[in-house]
Each structure stands twice: as structure tokens, then as C-alpha cells.
């Protein structure tokens, strides 16, 4: 059965179980816009109801209302059918409701213990904090679902995976009825994407409610049974997953036929321009070295802690190496610091935009001048003029859109907020991008938008490093793919040995 | 958007300055007559100069608690020179005040650049070893005004174009580090290593670096202020502008400076300044007791922070598209 946008269909076997949430004609407005209008979704015990919508179309409102912290303007939230406001956080949580964040929101100088218990640690008879039932608690917890954590272990001495397992226990700690997952699968690697699966698995067969939010088809097909499609603050389909194909419900989503295929590009793959070789680090990477041509689109595949992101900032003069050489042009370079990069015409746009991307209280001319100061200055002074002009030609070519150049990069929407940051790194001119995830949490409809843009790049004979986790992405836009694993290229492939196997075999060391 | 919200801000405190002379000219009519202005003023001009030092570190992230030991020490230096060299020309007593400054200055950026300490924590044992070395070098002995050469005590006070040098020299300095501020890469440097640290290094600014930078331009500001300071009062002492590092902090405060880093202006820091200047000037001779004087000016302190405050919180983000498109 296809499902059409606007119609909302009920599935037979959900309508005779009672959801044990429910949101119910829920409106949330905030001045000046509406983000939610008159939504309503069902969560069932024991089922993974998906929850599917571009960026902007209202998913975290959602979430942070069923979490109590945001209170509805209309409508009800109801718990086993019975209407019940969440006043405050607290009581969604009474009530047995846990959201596992993108972000893990733990704390990072605590012990696992602690995290899991903060607020509902086990009492000695002096009412004091029972360390060692804590311990044996939380080691009980964590073994149940297969996580092989030391609980005394500060948090911040784990990887992102563990952290998520660590959020999870905290979840069933509290004995949560319903267990809402945003993106929790946008930082991990193959294999723990895996064993977040097979959790998943565990908590539906203990009766859990699962919400489950993620930009990713393959998983929702993978896990959901249910799936419920926002689009700009509307419901616009809801129903069993089986009852519905990944076309449709992209349809749903973003309201038009989007094509998820890559840009063609013929390659025109000229002159060498970077050349690596034998990068090492004590501890994070060892010998690597490679070439990368104008024109290119080099894509490096590998687990989570493979190390790619570290070499990167390695070869960006972030991190110091042990041992390495780069050329650029066929002449040696050394890059010592970013500036040292910058001015040899390599540029890394982060994986985190919004950490280490623009600067929120500078206008957008000043974020776009930033790494380019060097070239509209004589002796320490700015020509303003020149530094208005360079900033006016890359926003223009962005398409920027903002009342003027001077105005504060923090009043200006996420998806121009990312324009300003690539325009800064185009205004460098550069001979090399790094772009780290480029399309992480980003929507579909802006990723066509990134990966039509990189195809430019690399058809004006900019080289183009791309380093992802997303295989369709690694084989759809790259030229050319460097698998990495444990610190050090386990493999180089190009045209017919770009297939989804051979990549997760020796990202995997299968 | 922000920016006319900023010039408006400082406009405010231009407006809440002029509303404050009003309000005092009612109970001392002589307090807004322009000769009162100027000495008003020219009483103000060493925390304006230390407030502009310490508004480049707060832009960074950073806090200079150390300006007024820095500024006794310098000047306990420039006034035992004096005395013992009573013919130097008072153009290397400022060179060496300045030079000096910035060493010390340059001490904490260091501290803050390559050891990574907290500037907090640098400045305040910096600010204890500063007042240390004073007590060490001068034996706890006071440099008194007899001592000190008619040059030393004179170069302040001079008159040109009849408002005195040291008014010169604060007028100056707020030219110079607007320019500074502005107009050069190293000001951007600063705005920039505090707005986002993490921007700033991949955008190729080495953010230990230019906070090492705003120490030494603290420093330097402070070192000349520690001359003009003893010459003005024409004594030397260990416990000279004790506890003044806090009014220049407040000053920033006033003046509209973001604690947090990225915020702040040139002007910003000369209004908070002139703001509670006034105050400090106003309150004795309006007969309001010395205790409710302590109280009013830290009541200006709270009220400003409350208002920045107000006026730096987020605004919601926009959700829908099409209300994005509209706005």
C-alpha cells in the first residue's frame, strides 16, 4: 500500500494496543512561528516507531515536549490514554520517559556509576550515597546489554560509542517505559551501529516504547515497525513500516520527488597537487602517504577511530606529527599551524560547524575575511574596502542570503549560517578542501546542495579530500577511496572496486 | 541588527551618563560646568587607560587582575629611577614605564599561552608577586614628593591646549586602540580568538598568541599608568591603587564588555569608565556617606551586568521554513 502525503492511515494492530504515549493534537508556537501544528503521534510497547522529517520540521520540538521541557500550547499529551501535562522535566521522567540525545547530555568528569545514578543513586541506612551498590548496580546494568564498561571509569575516558551505551543504561536505570532515540546513530561506526541495532532488538522484547529519530532509510527499514513523517511543524503520515516503500516516504518528507542520486561528474583529473608522504603520530596514525590530483574527489572510509580525523588536522598543522612530508605542487611545504596551511593553499572545514565553524558575534563579512587577513592587509592594517569586496563576491556566489554583510552571523538561519563558513574557506582560495562529514545531520534535501557543491569544486580543479562514514556517500561522490583502519591505509580503490563490500571489509579487517 | 543593538546599547550609557549629571547638578549646580567636566575627566584618565587594556584581554576570554600591582610596581620602578638618575629625560621615564609594563604583561600572557594556566588563576598570583617585588625593592620606604625630580611630578599636569597631558593621554590612547581595534588584523585577531576559539584556530589565528598580545597591550597601559599615577600623586608606595584592578573590571563591566569573550568596544570601555568615574566623583560632594557610596557604585556594577545580560541572550531559532522565508 502507498502511502500519500497528507493522508494519515492507522495500522491495524497498533489501533487494539493502547499507546503508552501519546501526543494528541499537540501545537507549540513560538513567537512569531508555529512549530508544531496540531500534531499527533503514538508510541506502543514493545514497537520502534520511527520518526521522519528534514531538518526544521519540528522533530526536536517534539522530542523536548515529550520530555517535558518544552510545555504544548494546545493539545494533550497522553500516558496510557490518560491526559497528563508534563509541567517539567521531572515529571516526563516520572512517568518512565528517557531520551537518549545526539549529543550525550552526561557529565563528563563523573564516574559511568554515577552517570547512570546521578539523581536516584542507591541510599545506605544514613541516606547517604551507597557507593559499592551503586558499582554493583550499574555493572549489572551494563553487562545486561552487552557493554563491557568498567563503571568506575570516568566518562570522559570513553569513546562516543560507550557514552551511548552509558545513556542507555541510565535509561533502563530509571525503569523508562519509553525510550526516545535522536540520531543515535550519527557518531557511531558499522559495528556499533550494529550492536545499537541488537540493543534495540533487547528493549523492544522487554516491552519498551521506542521513538527513533534518524536521517538514515536503511536503518529505519532495519528497525522501525512503525513510522510517523513530520514536515515543517505538520504531520503528513503515519503507519507501519511494511506498509510503505523508502520512495514514498522520502515523498512524504520533503513534499516533492527528490532524487537521491549523486551528481554526475566527469573527472578531470589533471597535475598532482598534494602529495603525503609517511604522516605518523605516536599514538593516533602511522605511515600515511598518498597523492591527491586537481580536479579530484578523494574519499577516506573508515570506522570511527580509524584515525582519519586526526590525520587530517595533522596534515591541517592542528596536531604535531612524529614524521611526514608533504608537497605541494611538487614542492616541499612545512605546515606547522593552520596559518602555515592556509597560506599553502590546504583548508579543513571541521565535522563540527557549529563548534569550530563561524563566529557568532562577528558580522558575516568579518566570519568570510577571517582566514584571508593576511591578503587584504599591508603591514598589520586592513583595506576595508578590499575586505568588503572579497566578502561581497564569495556571499554572492553562495547565494547568501542576509539583509546585509553586517549583520551578526548568529542571527542568521543554520543552513546560511554553513554558507558563511564555506565562502570563508572558498575566500582562501584554496588548492586543497578537507571536508570532514560534510552532510553529518544534515537533511537530504541539503545534501544534494553539499555534494552538487563539492561536484563544482572539483570541476573548477579544486582537489577535494572528503572524509565520511556514509558509504553511499563515499561511493557516490569520490573518485577515489582510501580505507583506513586502526591508524593506517588498509587499502586504496578505485572504479570497480568501489563497492559497499569491499569498503566495510577493509574498513572492518575482515 | 546586533550592531545598531550595540551603538544603541552604548548609547544608552551615553544617555544614563547625561541623566546622571542632571540628577547631580540638582543637588551641586557646579558638578556639569565644563571645568568640573574636565577635571572629572581628567581624574578618570588612568582607569580609562587600564580599562582599554583590560577590555582586549576579556574580549579573549581572559581577566587581567594584575593591572593595579603592575601599575605600583611600574611606577615604584620609574619613581627609585628618578630619583637616583634625577636628569633623565621624562620620555625614557615613559619609554621605561611602558617597557616595562608590557615585560610584566607579557610575564602573564606567556603563563596563559604556553603553560595553558587560567588567566585567572596567572593574574592572581602575578598581581601577589608584583606587589611582592614593590615591598622588595623600596624596602616597604615610601618615594615622597621631595624626592622626586619638578620634571617627574610636572609632565601629568602640563597643560595643552588647557586640558592636561594626562587627559592627552587618555584621549590618545582611545584613538590609537579604536585604529587598533578596527582596523588591523590584530584586532580581528582578538575579536576573533574570543568569539569562537575553536573558529579562530582553524581559521589560522593562533588564539594563545594573541591573548599573549592582550597581555602585553594590558601590561604596557598599565605600566604608563603606574608613571602618571605616582607623579600625579607624587608618592610611591607598596599599597598604591590597591584593589583598583576591580574597578577597571567593573568599568569593562559598565561599558558593556562581554565576561565571556568576543564582546566589547573601544568606546564601551571609555563610557564605563567616564560612568563610574562620575560616580565616584559626584557621590562625596553631593554629601552621600562614604558607605552608600561603595554600595550605589557596586548597584551600577549589578545593573549594567543585568542589562548585557538581557541584551546578549539568545533569541529562539526560526523552525519553519516558510517563517524563515517571511522574516
Same mark, same amino acid.
Given at each position: ?186 557518531? +557511531? @561506526?558499522?559495528? &556499533? /551501529?550494529?550492536?545499537? !541495532?541488537? #540493543? *534495540? ?9 521506542? =521513538? ?79 597523492? +591527491? @590530483?586537481?580536479? &579530484? /574527489?578523494?574519499?577516506? !572510509?573508515? #570506522? *570511527? ?9 595533522? =596534515? ?195 | ?327
Amino acid at each position: 500500500m502507498l502511502q500519500h502525503p497528507g493522508i494519515t492511515t492507522t495500522d491495524v494492530d497498533t489501533t487494539k494496543a493502547v499507546a503508552v504515549l501519546a501526543l494528541d493534537k499537540v501545537t507549540k508556537t513560538f513567537p512569531g512561528v508555529k512549530a508544531l501544528s496540531e500534531v499527533s503521534l503514538s508510541l506502543y510497547p514493545g514497537k520502534v516507531t520511527a520518526l521522519i522529517g528534514e531538518n526544521g520540521a519540528g522533530k526536536s520540538t517534539v522530542v523536548k515536549i515529550l520530555t517535558g521541557i518544552y510545555q504544548p500550547d494546545g493539545g494533550q499529551i497522553l500516558v496510557d490514554d490518560k491526559p497528563t501535562p508534563f509541567s517539567v522535566p521531572q515529571a516526563a521522567a516520572t512517568h518512565g520517559v528517557t531520551a537518549i540525545h545526539q549529543e550525550t547530555v552526561l557529565f563528563d568528569e563523573l564516574s559511568v556509576a554515577e552517570n547512570i545514578f546521578l539523581g536516584h543513586a542507591p541510599r545506605n541506612k544514613f541516606g547517604l550515597i551507597d557507593l559499592a551498590a551503586m558499582t554493583e548496580k550499574a555493572r549489572a546494568l551494563l553487562s545486561g546489554i552487552g557493554a563491557d564498561i568498567d563503571p568506575a571509569t570516568k566518562l570522559k575516558d570513553l569513546g562516543i560509542a560507550s557514552k551511548h551505551l552509558v545513556a542507555i543504561g541510565r535509561a533502563l536505570s530509571i525503569d523508562a517505559r519509553v525510550v526516545i532515540m535522536d540520531e543515535p546513530t550519527a557518531a +557511531l @561506526s558499522h559495528k &556499533e /551501529i550494529e550492536e545499537l !541495532y541488537e #540493543l *534495540v532488538e533487547s528493549l523492544k522484547a522487554q516491552g519498551k516504547a521506542i =521513538l527513533f529519530i534518524s536521517h538514515k532509510f536503511d536503518e529505519i527499514f532495519r528497525i522501525a515497525d512503525n513510522f510517523t513523517v513530520f514536515r515543517d511543524g505538520q504531520l503528513v503520515g503515519d503507519g507501519a513500516i511494511a506498509d510503505v516503500t523508502e520512495a514514498a516516504l522520502v515523498k512524504m518528507m520533503v513534499g516533492r520527488d527528490v532524487s537521491q542520486i549523486f551528481p554526475q561528474r566527469t573527472p578531470n583529473v589533471a597535475d598532482t597537487v598534494l602529495s603525503v608522504s609517511g604522516y605518523s603520530h605516536p599514538t593516533e596514525f602511522e605511515d600515511i602517504s598518498f597523492e +591527491l @590530483s586537481k580536479g &579530484e /574527489i578523494l574519499g577516506f !572510509y573508515g #570506522l *570511527v577511530g580509524a584515525g582519519r580525523s586526526e590525520f587530517m588536522q595533522a =596534515l591541517f598543522g592542528i596536531t604535531r606529527t612524529s614524521a611526514g612530508a608533504t608537497e605541494i605542487d611538487g614542492a616541499p611545504v612545512q605546515i606547522r599551524s593552520p596559518a602555515d596551511a592556509v597560506d599553502n593553499g590546504i583548508v579543513y572545514v571541521p565535522e563540527d560547524r557549529g563548534k569550530q565553524g563561524a563566529i557568532l558575534d562577528l558580522p558575516i563579512f568579518q566570519n568570510v575575511t577571517l582566514p584571508s587577513l593576511g591578503r587584504i592587509s599591508s603591514k598589520g592594517f586592513l583595506k576595508l574596502a578590499e575586505e568588503f569586496a572579497l566578502a561581497r563576491s564569495y556571499a554572492e556566489r553562495l547565494d547568501l542570503r542576509a539583509a546585509s554583510l553586517d549583520t551578526h552571523v548568529g542571527n542568521l538561519s543554520g543552513g546560511n549560517q554553513q554558507k558563511v563558513v564555506i565562502a570563508k574557506w572558498l575566500a582562501t582560495q584554496p588548492k586543497v578542501i578537507i571536508l570532514d562529514e560534510p552532510t553529518k545531520g544534515v537533511d537530504i534535501g541539503s545534501k544534494a546542495a553539499v555534494h552538487q557543491f563539492m561536484a563544482e569544486l572539483a570541476a573548477e580543479g579544486l582537489a577535494v579530500i572528503m572524509v565520511s562514514s556514509e558509504i553511499p556517500e563515499v561511493l557516490g561522490m569520490s573518485d577515489r577511496v582510501i580505507v583506513m583502519r586502526e591508524g593506517r591505509i588498509v587499502a586504496e580503490l578505485a572504479d570497480d572496486d568501489l563497492k559497499p563490500e569491499t569498503l566495510v571489509r577493509h574498513a572492518a579487517g575482515i | 541588527m546586533l550592531k545598531r543593538l550595540i551603538t544603541s546599547r552604548e548609547a544608552l550609557l551615553v544617555g544614563a551618563i547625561g541623566l546622571l549629571l542632571i540628577l547631580i547638578s540638582t543637588r551641586f549646580s557646579g558638578f556639569a560646568a565644563p571645568s568640573n567636566l574636565a577635571n572629572v575627566f581628567n581624574d578618570t584618565s588612568p582607569l580609562i587607560l587600564l580599562a582599554i587594556g583590560q577590555m582586549i584581554v576579556i574580549l579573549t576570554k581572559c581577566i587581567d587582575l594584575s593591572v593595579a600591582a603592575n601599575l605600583a610596581l611600574t611606577g615604584m620602578v620609574v619613581s627609585m629611577i628618578n630619583v637616583a638618575m634625577p636628569g633623565l629625560p621624562i620620555i625614557f621615564i615613559v619609554a621605561i614605564a611602558i617597557g616595562l609594563g608590557a615585560v610584566l604583561g607579557m610575564f602573564n600572557g606567556i603563563l596563559v599561552w604556553k603553560l595553558q594556566i587560567p588567566p585567572i588563576v596567572v593574574t592572581l598570583g602575578t598581581m601577589t608577586i608584583f606587589r611582592g617585588m614593590i615591598f622588595l625593592l623600596s624596602d616597604g620606604k615610601w618615594v615622597n614628593s621631595h624626592e622626586m625630580s619638578p620634571a617627574f611630578k610636572a609632565f601629568p599636569r602640563a597643560e595643552v591646549l588647557g586640558l592636561p597631558v594626562l587627559s592627552w593621554i587618555a584621549i590618545l590612547a582611545v584613538i590609537v586602540f579604536s585604529i587598533v581595534m578596527t582596523r588591523t588584523t590584530l584586532g580581528r585577531a582578538f575579536y576573533a580568538a574570543g568569539g569562537n576559539p575553536h573558529a579562530a584556530t582553524y581559521a589560522g589565528i593562533n588564539v594563545g598568541k594573541t591573548q599573549f598580545w592582550a597581555f602585553t597591550i594590558s601590561g604596557a597601559l598599565a605600566g604608563l599608568t603606574g608613571y602618571l599615577w605616582v607623579s600625579r600623586f607624587a608618592v610611591a608606595y607598596v599599597d598604591i591603587a590597591g584593589g583598583f584592578e576591580l574597578d577597571v573590571v567593573a568599568a569593562c563591566v559598565i561599558g558593556g564588555v562581554s565576561i565571556m569573550g568576543g564582546i566589547g568596544t573601544v568606546a564601551g570601555a571609555l563610557l564605563g569608565a567616564l560612568f563610574l568615574g562620575i560616580i565616584k566623583n559626584a557621590l562625596p560632594v553631593v554629601d552621600i556617606s562614604p558607605f552608600w557610596q561603595l554600595a550605589i557604585s557596586g548597584g551600577a556594577i549589578i545593573i549594567a551586568v543585568i542589562l548585557n545580560a538581557q541584551a546578549n541572550r539568545k533569541k529562539g531559532r526560526i523552525i519553519l521554513k516558510q517563517a524563515e522565508q517571511a522574516s
